[in-house]
Each structure stands twice: as structure tokens, then as C-alpha cells.
């Protein structure tokens, strides 16, 4: 039998059970308890590790499995919001069995699943209920590729199975079953929770604080409605895969009649309501190189694994109680190529480099033009961008090469790196590492 690769230090691994330990050298824990790997053992099937209060000692392999990312699938055959017409026309007089699947215009929340049948197309409802699919309330699905494999293998009522998916043009919506939270030991039991006080209000629900196991966290609750889930869930396996101090970190995530995401709890709150509340009287200098060098960190982090967040802003930047900053909300960052949150003019038009606007080309450089926005919120307390320019000239203005003034007290250092961001011609911004490595000389002499 092929033995399996032993685990590197620094890999964090999930209990499966209750381990009591034997001896003073042994570490226990509890089912659930996620711990790090600091060293292997000559004997395989040992490794000592680290919880999360900072104890160290020997555990039994065999009791944890590894902590494993969540990822995405592609769904070819997903076209958002087209109408029945639309779809009609793509699928009609065409093979029997080709179809689609796109968002409900007359139920939102829900689906429809669009074939062509006899050179007619036929569209069935997918209903969303109790975190499931159905379509004919009969069989229960997680989640639309669930759906599509069922019914590529039998007709199971329908005029045809599912033979051909008619790929949507222009990129594909993508997909994440929520059991791989499970198997990647990423999920939580809700009585492990205590949710307590309203903390915020975010696009896909409410925020609380909580308890998990005693450790203060925040606990984001989603709204029944599948749409959401998704993003919401596509945001969860981004947070799976990425690890820095500077990010805030996914403790795991709860499935019950709703999803909770349990998060690292960042008790000062969003970074432009802390600089407003604040104000020049309290937030000093250094505070402010500090935001800025933790945000840049975090960003380069994503820069290396040539990932791009598309929304940085002051506003998805938090606090915790320490004074770092770490940077949130990756739910729109580039493993999902479109985002449904983007339709409708709620794009962050006033944090957006041009190109990004113009052409939907976003890329770290991009990312570096809104880093320069940041910065320029930070410095000036937290207030909107280009002050005096309304919305919808604010493009115009830019296109035709105005920029922001620095704001008052601002060292010029900091002024020169939002103007390098704020170049035209993104292939001239910096890098955040470059940009890092003048926020850490600048924080040095900082007092
Ligand atoms: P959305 O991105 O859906 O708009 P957010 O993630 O920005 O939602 O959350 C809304 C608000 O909830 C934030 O502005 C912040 O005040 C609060 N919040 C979110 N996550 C946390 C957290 N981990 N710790 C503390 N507060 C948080």
C-alpha cells in the first residue's frame, strides 16, 4: 500500500474526536479543535502540534484529518439573468436535449431550467427551499450541478434527459457544493455557537458577535435565498485557501436551515467607520502607516498567489481589537469571473481604476489603483473620495487625468505612492511589494 505523504509543519489539521491524552506529552482536544502541525515524529503515525491557546504536544494522527481548501466548479451551462425569451431563442429548433439554466425572472431566488425538446423548449421551475433544489418536490438537490447530473442521467419526468449544455458565452458562473466544507473539516456545529449582538449589516445578511467554544468571533447569517448562498459560499472556499495575518481568517462555517460564516472577530469594526469615529484628534500618524502597511501586506500576499480582490476599499478593511488591519471581503475576488453583485450600477465606481470600469480588466494593478484610494481614506480621516465631484462626473474627470489633491498633513511619501497608483497606464503602477517595502521604511521612522 503507497503510504501516505506525512504532513509539513505548518499544516493545519481538524480533530475528528475527543483525544484525552495518555501521557504529560500528549496534547488533548476536542472534536473540532483545529490545530497546527510544528513537527513530524519518526513515527508516522505521531506529530507534535500547536492549539490554538499555544500549547504544544505530541497527537495522534489518526484522530485529525487535514484542513483542505474548497473549491469552485464551473458551470458552463449557467447563464444568469436571461428571460424566457432569451433562452427560448438560444435553445430553440436545435437537438433535443440541449439546455440551460438560468436565474428565475418571475420568482427571484429560484431557477429555471430551460431544453429543447421536439424543437420546442420546455422550462421547469427549480425551486429553492430549506438550503435545497427541487423540481418537482420530490428529489432534493444541494446545488445546480447536483441538479444537471441527476437529470443528464434520467429524464426522471422530464420531456428529456439532459444531454448537451449550451455554454454561456462571455464566462462562466461558478459553483461550490457545500459538502466540501464538510470533507475539508471546515464545518461547525451550531451548538458550538453562541450568536449574541447585532455587529453590522452586510449585503447577504446580518453580522453578530459570538462565541465559538468561548473565543470571541463574528458571525455572519445568511438570508434564505440561494443566490446569496452561492456568493456566500464562494466568498467561504476563497477564505479556505488563503492564509496571512493580514487577511481575515474563516474559522468555518456552520450549514443548518441557514449558512453562518464564523469568522475571526475584528472588534473596532470596518476601517472608514473607525477613521471617521476617530478623527485627527485620536488616530495618530503611526496608526495610520500601521493601516496602511497592513493592508499592503495582506495585498502582496495576494499579489504572489496572483490573486486580485476587486474591492478594496477603506470600508472592507478591518480592526481588531489589537489595532491591526486585515483586509475582508473576497467575495468578489478573481476565481469568480462575474459578479452578480456588480449588476445593477453597484459597482464601487470612485475606487475603480479606469480599465477596470471601462474594460473589466482587473488585475493586481488595478487593485494598486484602489490601494491609492485607500490610502487617500486614511489620510484623510475616512472621508468619501473626490470630495467635490459628483458621482457621475467622476469617471469623466479621471479619463481626462484629474486626481486627487493629498490631504491636509499628509507626508509626501505617502502622496507620491497614491499618485504612482493613480498612473493611466496600469503597466507603470507599482507592485504592492515594492509599495511594502517603502510603508516599511516609512513605518520605521514613524513615531
Ligand atoms: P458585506 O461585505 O456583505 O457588505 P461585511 O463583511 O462588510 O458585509 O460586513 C458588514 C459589517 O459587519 C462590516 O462593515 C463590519 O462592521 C461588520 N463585520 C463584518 N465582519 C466582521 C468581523 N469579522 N468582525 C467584526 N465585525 C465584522
Not at 20 to 29: H, I, M, N, R, W
Not at 256 to 268: N, P
Amino acid at each position: 500500500m503507497p503510504m501516505a505523504e506525512p504532513w509539513q509543519p505548518g499544516q493545519e489539521v481538524v480533530a475528528v474526536y475527543d483525544f484525552k491524552g495518555t501521557t504529560v506529552e500528549d496534547l488533548p482536544f476536542a472534536k473540532g479543535d483545529v490545530l497546527v502541525i510544528t513537527r513530524t515524529t519518526r513515527d508516522i503515525n505521531w506529530y507534535k502540534a500547536k492549539n490554538n491557546n499555544g500549547n504544544e504536544g505530541m497527537i495522534p494522527a489518526t484522530y485529525v484529518q487535514k484542513r483542505k481548501e474548497v473549491s469552485l466548479h464551473a458551470m458552463p451551462w449557467f447563464h444568469g439573468k436571461i428571460n424566457r425569451d432569451n433562452a427560448a431563442d438560444l435553445l430553440k429548433q436545435r437537438q433535443d436535449g440541449l439546455f440551460l439554466v438560468r436565474e428565475s425572472v418571475n420568482f427571484p431566488g429560484d431557477y429555471t431550467l430551460s431544453v429543447c425538446c421536439d424543437g420546442k423548449v420546455e422550462h421547469y421551475r427549480i425551486i429553492y427551499k430549506n438550503n435545497k433544489l427541487t423540481i418537482d418536490e420530490d428529489s432534493f438537490f444541494d446545488n445546480l450541478p447536483q441538479i444537471v447530473e441527476h437529470y443528464s442521467k434520467d429524464a426522471d419526468g422530464l420531456c428529456t434527459k439532459l444531454i448537451t449544455p449550451l455554454p454561456r458565452v462571455g464566462g462562466n458562473f461558478f459553483s461550490v457544493s457545500p459538502e466540501e466544507f464538510t470533507q475539508g473539516g471546515w464545518t461547525i456545529s451550531l451548538s458550538d455557537l453562541v450568536v449574541g449582538e447585532l455587529i453590522g449589516k452586510g449585503e447577504f445578511g446580518d453580522v453578530h458577535k459570538g462565541l465559538y467554544r468561548d473565543k470571541p468571533v463574528a458571525i455572519k447569517k445568511l438570508k434564505d435565498d440561494n443566490r446569496a448562498a452561492q456568493s456566500f459560499l464562494q466568498e467561504a472556499s476563497l477564505m479556505t485557501s488563503v492564509r496571512h495575518q493580514n487577511l481575515v481568517s474563516l474559522i468555518g462555517i456552520v450549514q443548518d436551515e441557514t449558512i453562518y460564516l464564523v469568522l475571526e472577530f475584528m472588534g473596532k469594526g470596518n476601517l472608514v467607520e473607525y477613521l471617521r469615529s476617530r478623527g485627527r484628534s485620536v488616530i495618530t500618524k503611526k496608526n495610520q502607516i500601521n493601516f496602511a502597511t497592513d493592508t499592503c501586506s495582506a495585498m502582496a500576499y495576494l499579489e504572489d498567489r496572483k490573486l486580485v480582490h476587486r474591492d478594496l476599499a477603506a470600508r472592507n478593511v478591518l480592526v481588531n481589537d489589537e489595532g491591526t488591519a486585515k483586509v475582508s471581503d473576497f467575495g468578489l475576488a478573481d476565481r469568480i469571473d462575474f459578479n452578480p453583485a456588480h449588476v445593477g450600477g453597484k459597482f464601487p465606481i470612485k475606487w475603480t481604476a479606469p480599465e477596470a470600469l471601462r474594460d473589466n480588466k482587473f488585475t493586481s494593478k488595478s487593485d494598486m489603483w484602489s490601494f491609492g484610494i485607500l490610502l487617500w481614506e486614511i489620510y484623510s480621516f475616512g472621508r468619501v473620495p473626490y470630495p467635490r465631484i459628483p458621482l457621475a462626473d467622476v469617471v469623466m474627470h479621471v479619463e481626462r487625468g484629474y486626481r486627487m489633491e493629498a490631504p491636509e498633513g499628509c507626508p509626501p511619501e505617502i502622496y507620491q505612492i497614491m499618485t504612482d497608483a493613480w498612473k493611466k497606464d496600469a503597466k507603470e503602477r507599482p507592485t504592492f511589494q515594492t509599495v511594502l517595502h517603502k510603508l516599511h521604511d516609512l513605518q520605521a521612522v514613524t513615531v
